[in-house]
């Protein structure tokens, strides 16, 4: 019996440490998938700054094409003054005169303006792609020790699992049943005893119980907890032969 408590003992280690290799890898693609969004998302903003640059470059060749056509006919408009031959046509001609002049100062406002948006978007892109450059690599090295990590829980799962199955094979057919059963509720399945109280939750285990458990001629599970029972004196004597 003593061998078949070493051999749950053990299973229930073996299982414990799969459990904790088998969470850590499941947890890599929501990490891997961080990473990615964080690279998106630095992305996005280099590319928002790059789009303000050539929007705000477009309006200020729209604004520029716009200033010489204006300018251009001001100069026309001017330099039919001395030919207008009535009062009311030089009138006309001065209104469409002091309407191109303000187009002209409108157009050299938008000129202005998309100028320091220009300058204010290149100097955000130039810091953006500074961060870029710094984040990325940041975010290689993040990814690297990502797949180290999921290639060494793949290689301990995979030598865990072995082991398991050894543990397993030696272990009579009926208690690795009962284990299996505990198991698939309660991680870990087998709890130590110590001065009767079992320690998978900490409960009294009434004395009849208890003095099956010390006999060790059969598994006792806990009455409150399910879990198998096997006595810290049993374990050192299991550890020990
Ligand atoms: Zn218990």
């Known amino acids: 019996m003593i061998e ?3 051999g749950l003992v053990e299973l229930s280690q073996v299982d414990t440490e799969l459990a904790a290799h088998e969470r850590e890898r499941a947890e890599i693609p929501a990490k891997r998938a961080a990473c990615a969004e964080e690279r998106a998302r630095i992305e996005a903003q280099r590319e928002a700054a790059r789009a303000a640059i050539g929007e705000a470059e477009l309006v200020q060749r729209q604004s520029e094409s ?10 026309k408009l001017e330099s039919q003054q001395h030919q207008v031959k009535s009062n009311a046509a030089y009138t006309v001609l001065l209104h469409e005169m ?7 100062s409108d157009a ?18 130039a810091s953006l792609d500074r961060e870029a450059a710094g984040i990325s690599a940041r975010l290689e090295e993040r990814e690297r020790a990502l797949d180290e990590r999921e290639s060494a829980a793949a290689g301990e799962i995979a030598r865990l699992r072995a082991r398991r199955e050894d543990v397993a094979r030696k272990l009579d057919a009926v ?5 299996e059963r505990i198991a698939g509720r309660r991680s870990p399945a087998v709890a130590v005893v110590s001065r009767e109280i079992c320690l998978g939750c900490r409960v009294d285990i009434p004395p009849q119980r208890y003095i099956e458990i010390l006999k060790g001629e059969e598994v006792i599970t806990c009455e409150y907890c399910h879990r198998i029972l096997i006595h810290q ?3 050192r004597h299991s550890a020990a032969s």
């Open 233 to 235: 004196d049993q374990l």
């Open 66 to 75: 716009l200033a010489r056509d204006k300018q251009a006919l001001l100069q």
């Open 98 to 104: 002091e309407q191109a002049r303000e187009a002209i």
């Open 4 to 6: 078949a408590f070493q």
């Open 108 to 125: 050299e406002t938008k000129i202005l303006e998309a100028m320091e948006v220009i300058e204010q978007s290149r100097a955000s892109a």
């Open 175 to 179: 208690i690795l049943a009962r284990y």
